[in-house]
């Protein structure tokens, strides 16, 4: 038997915020919101139960899409299954990742930290992120998003990818063979890579070294991009301007940690994008996907099961 | 007898950054440095010191055109002579002040004060400038220049302002009677005016409780727009959800103010463009216009010496 593509599951509840986003969001692009026995797609709604996944599938008879909440899958991935069809939330949580390097950008260039820790008033101090060059380790959906929200600063902006296919709003795309080339002639370092064998440790000592005295260093990937006790020696020694972490290794940072006392430092707590920040994005994919599913049009962001993503 | 136009001076040398930073954009746009009493051209090198114009242009016997580094001209306002041709500084400063509002709005909304003072790994927080609703009070090139920063945002803006003119890239323009109704539909309220006897004290108690209680108050106007001791009431009791001040009343803010002490306030110290800022921006202005004037075409940033502007 084939339900009606209007029939839609919100499952598991164990997230209630998210499961009232979710079931509002199918309203809005035309659903009902039926059990998952009845449904024909499952929109799945809290991004740490997929173990809750097998037991809920089970009582599926009719389900033929499903929905996921994540960006990458990786947490998922046991349970891809070819015999439906699976989208998830790939390229959603980009805008607010990309406002947050903006944000730590003019944080940093315009010495938002020293102001907010004074007591006193203090000298005149910050400079122009206008025109400044830039360079960006990455050339995923983050870093689109960030090209986008700077295009009115006319920076110079250097994209450090593996693949050489150019990256849309950048100034140029490199190969990462080229990195240390860059690092010696740009103001900031972004870094906005996935954390994989290859990009593990990717600045060390020696490219902290490479980088010029007055630049920043910006990581809103993952906290093992970056060795830890060879940045803590760099701001020390004032080898670069200073560093504005998103992420950290170890993660969350412990107390007492040197990270902590530097003045050329700047931590936020893995904010890049905050579950609040997030609801109404995936809401917006849930809408128009099930909006696409009942026209029986392509839906937005699938997920390959036999990649994996 | 009439001085060859590409014979330019640049006096006084009292300030030897600027004086640099303007001789190399005179050579720059084709003209030669000679002496005052050679030139036909005077770049005036020192904000600081309008007091010597006077006996500055007695030695001038051939100068027609003056050039200022000033944006307003209140303080020359007692050397403008209708024998001469005037031109000033008149929206160069603008972007980095529309930049301060950038990162002031974006510091906020993403919660880096808080993050800035933590010394262990704080709670997650903040919103996102994304898709906000905005109104900006004044509608002069500061305010030109920010929304040309922020198009990218999709930010519903309205700009405040005493003619009903409406300005380029804002979402709507209205005038300053409808202010009330304004305030209480924002997310931020950003005051960028020139400082008269009609918008001193125009943000006051009333219109802080007019607010929204999570809106922030952002001012890179001039202190005298806010009434102080209301701000601090109103940010004591949460009324508003912070303010970032780049000016404030008085002027430097003296030790143990209460607004050193709040949480949800960041003072910058007047920073909305600084010298450093400023040198590069006016040098371009005086290269274009010494070509200009070589060229004997229209200058740019002319001063009206009638209306004193």
Not at 126 to 131: F, M, S, T, V
Not at 221 to 227: A, T
Not at 229 to 238: E, H, Q, S
Request: one cysteine or more; a negative charge; proline letters at 6%.
């Amino acid at each position: 038997m084939t339900a009606a593509r209007n029939l839609i599951a919100v499952e598991p509840t164990s997230r209630p915020e998210m499961h009232l986003a979710m079931a509002s969001a199918v309203e809005e692009g035309g659903g009902t919101i039926v059990p998952i026995s009845e449904a024909s797609g499952l929109m799945f709604a809290d991004p740490m139960a997929a173990d809750s996944f097998p037991d809920l599938i089970a009582q599926a008879t009719n389900v033929e899409w499903v929905q996921l909440p994540y960006a990458g899958v990786e947490t998922f991935v046991q349970h891809l299954d070819a015999s439906y069809t699976w989208t998830c939330g790939k390229g959603v949580y980009a805008p607010p990742v990309a406002e947050w390097i903006m944000t730590a950008l003019l944080a940093a260039f315009r010495d938002i930290p020293t102001f907010a820790r004074a007591k006193s008033w203090p000298a005149q101090a910050g400079r122009n992120l206008l025109g400044a060059r830039l360079a960006i380790l990455g050339g995923g959906g983050i870093t689109e998003s960030f090209l986008s929200l700077i295009k009115p600063w006319d920076c110079d902006t250097t994209v450090v990818r593996r693949q050489a296919a150019h990256v849309v709003g950048a100034t140029r795309t490199v190969t990462t063979d080229q990195l240390d080339d860059v690092l010696g002639r740009v103001d900031a370092v972004i870094i906005a890579l996935a954390l994989t064998s290859q990009t593990r440790g990717i600045i060390d000592a020696r490219r902290l070294q490479a980088m010029r005295n007055d630049a920043w260093l910006l990581n809103v990937g993952r906290g093992g991009h970056v060795v830890t006790d060879d940045l803590v020696n760099a701001l020390r020694n004032n080898d670069i301007a200073g560093a504005v972490l998103d992420v950290t290794d170890p993660e969350p940072l412990p107390d007492g940690h040197p990270l902590w006392t530097l003045d050329n430092c700047l931590i936020t707590p893995h904010v890049g994008n905050t579950p609040a920040m997030g609801l109404p994005l995936i809401a917006d994919r849930v809408r128009e996907n099930v909006a696409r599913w009942i026209a029986n049009e392509p839906l937005v962001g699938p997920v390959d099961v036999g990649l994996g993503y």
